[in-house]
Structure formats: C-alpha cells, structure tokens
C-alpha cells in the first residue's frame, strides 16, 4: 500500500496490514487484534473541524454501546495539549506501579452529597479508608476502613475535628503546637467541654509516663493538680526556718508590660536566690532573633522581601516563677508563726495569772 492517505471500511483491513506514513480513517475500522505502534502515534479527530473523537472498550462480550469510554474534548487553537480526556468506568480505575499528575490540580467529581471518594487501599488484612467530600457540612471527611465512622473532619473554613487522639510533634526542637489570634472579639485560644463531672481536660505525664498533673473540671470549678503522692516522695523532713524564708522574699505591687493595672508580684531573680526551685529561667537570658517588618506587611499571607523587614531585634528569654511553689513555705512559716503566738499567749495568760494574785493581797 502506498503512503499516501487511505480512506478504507472496515471490509478493507481483513487481512493483516502494516503501514507506513500518515493514514486517515474516515469510517468505522474494527480490529479483531492487537494495534502496534513503533515508534509512531495514533491520532484521532480532525484539525479542521471541532470534533469529540473516543475510544469505546468492549469487556463483556455483550451488546453495550461501551463498557469503558475515553473521551477528548475541549483545547486551545494553537496550544497543544490543552484539551481534557474524560474516562467512563463505573467500575472503577485502576493504576498499577507509580502514578504521577504533572498538572497543578487533580479533581474529583460526583454529584451526591457525601461524594467523590478516595480510598486508600492496602491489600494486606483488607484496611481500605478512604477520604470524600461532605457538600452538606462543606468538609474533607476521613473515613475508617469499615465505613462506620469519620476520623478526622477538615471544614472548609479551615476547623479540624479529630474523633479519637490527635498526636502532635516528635524528638525534633521545634514548638510542637502554636495558637495565635485569640482573644476578645477573636475566640480562646482552647476550649475544653466538659462530658461528665470530674472530667479531666488537661494531663500531663513525666518521661517515664506517670502523670505529672492535671486540670480537671467539676461543674462549674477548675481544679489545677500537681501529683503529691507519698509513693513518688522520699528522704522528707519538715520545713525549718520557713518565716526566715518569707521574710526574705520580696513583696512587690506595680506595673507589668502591657498591662495598665498593677498588680501584685515578686521579681523572679530576687525569689530565685531565696526559693531557687520556685523559679524557671536565667536572669537576662536572650532568645532567638527576629525581624520586625513595616506598617500592614503580614508574612503569614504575603511573600517576605527585603524591603518588607525594617529592623532585627532579639527576643526576651523570660524568667518565669510558679507562685503554687511558695505555698508549702508560707504554710509552715504560718505554722512556726502559730507556734510562737500559741507561747506567747501562755506566756501573757501566766503573767495575768501572776498579777491578778498579787492584786489579791
């Protein structure tokens, strides 16, 4: 055959055939074999008239118009490659080895509500979950593998909804949870709901996995605990020279930054060189640098530029005390000032005793 364009009918390719050059089919060709490329293309459609060219698969033995359809459409005049290939396969797709989407965006389309569907198959033990759209709560669901629950809900307006535990961070020195832009007019930083009374909406846990404390929620009170077991405690002996310590410390009522109101405070590195443990942090310790950026510049939405930063400077590594570790101390210096007053009161109560008889002479 020569190379020139053949126009054919199915009739014609009866017998085995082998074609070099362009060839144009302008009718039906049905091929009982296999078509074998090499080194070449198929093209289908026309590139003078707008068409919608497709490829029908027939996998049933049966009289469907199609079992599976690949269909072109759309493009650009002058551009190649931008026109769309949509698959029919209700019965689903299926990708063997690595697959790869080049272009920016993968869609997924379905008409129903909780729709489309991407699972997420592991053929070992039959774990198949899967992610789908929820149109009516406009949320990304993450489904468990027997279809019976949502994990993780991801809204659209960005809230996050974890069914069960929710594990954050790992080994590496980084902040393992920042929570920003709270406030009044802007929500709190963390909302516990109660279940049950005695509910516990904080715990905490040393490295060897015993709890270090908790806060705990009893209607409508907040306990804050530290764990004080005896079975965790040794080597304890009574506090001495407690108003010794009290006396020691200094009491201060004033002004603190950013706040208008003055309160009542103890100035840490004072309290660290009386209470040492009362007290976290090394007194004029620095932090991390970081950059100070123009009037109305926000790195959290905009791409950060030289002209954007107009200073360096060097955070504050604060020293910070915990006032609940003064309370033991303070209670025994109570207690030693008890003592004294419980003598003295005998010592007076003697000396009445004392005066009242020699007046009675």
């Known amino acids: 055959m020569s190379n020139a364009n053949l126009t054919a009918r199915a009739a014609d390719l009866n017998a085995a055939s082998t074609f070099a050059g362009n060839k144009t089919f302008s009718n039906n060709v049905t091929i009982g074999g296999g078509i074998y490329v090499n080194g070449g293309s198929i093209e289908l459609g026309s590139t003078t008239t707008v068409q919608t060219p497709f490829i029908d698969f027939h996998s049933t033995a049966s009289a469907n118009d199609y079992d599976s359809r690949i269909i072109a459409t759309g493009g650009i005049n002058g551009t190649a490659g931008a026109g769309a290939l949509s698959y029919v396969a209700t019965g689903g797709h299926t990708f063997t080895g690595t697959t790869q989407f080049t272009s920016s965006n993968v869609k997924l389309y379905s008409t129903t509500v909780l729709s489309p569907y991407l699972y997420l198959i592991a053929n070992s033990g039959g774990f198949t979950p899967f992610i789908r759209g929820n149109a009516s709560s406009a949320a990304i669901e993450f489904v468990n593998s027997a279809n019976t629950a949502v994990n993780l ?22 902040n393992k949870v920042i929570i920003s832009y709270f406030g009044p007019g802007y929500g709190a930083g963390i909302v516990c709901n109660a279940y049950v009374d005695g509910a516990t909406a904080l715990m905490t846990t040393s490295t060897g996995g015993s709890t270090a404390g908790s806060v705990v929620i009893n209607g409508t009170t907040t306990a804050y605990n530290t764990s004080s077991d005896y079975r965790i405690k040794s080597n304890y002996v009574p506090i001495t020279g407690a108003r010794d310590t009290v006396n020691a410390i200094k009491f201060y009522n004033g002004n603190i930054a950013e706040r208008d109101d003055k309160i009542d405070y103890v100035i840490a590195h004072e309290l660290q060189e009386v209470v040492p443990f009362a007290v976290h942090g090394t ?29 360096v400077k060097q955070a504050l590594d604060l020293q910070a005390v915990d006032y609940s570790k003064l309370v033991p101390r303070i209670g025994a210096a109570v207690q030693e000032q008890d003592a004294i007053i419980v003598q003295l009161q005998a010592q007076v109560a003697d000396l009445l005793t004392r005066i009242a008889a020699l007046e009675a002479k």
């Open 283 to 311: 007194k004029d310790a620095m932090g991390d640098w970081y950059p100070v950026y123009r009037d109305g510049f926000d790195p959290a939405t905009q791409e950060v530029t030289p002209d954007d930063v107009i200073d």
């Open 153 to 174: 809900t991801v809204g659209d307006s960005g809230t996050i909804a974890a069914r069960q535990t929710l594990t954050v961070g790992n080994a590496v020195n980084a």
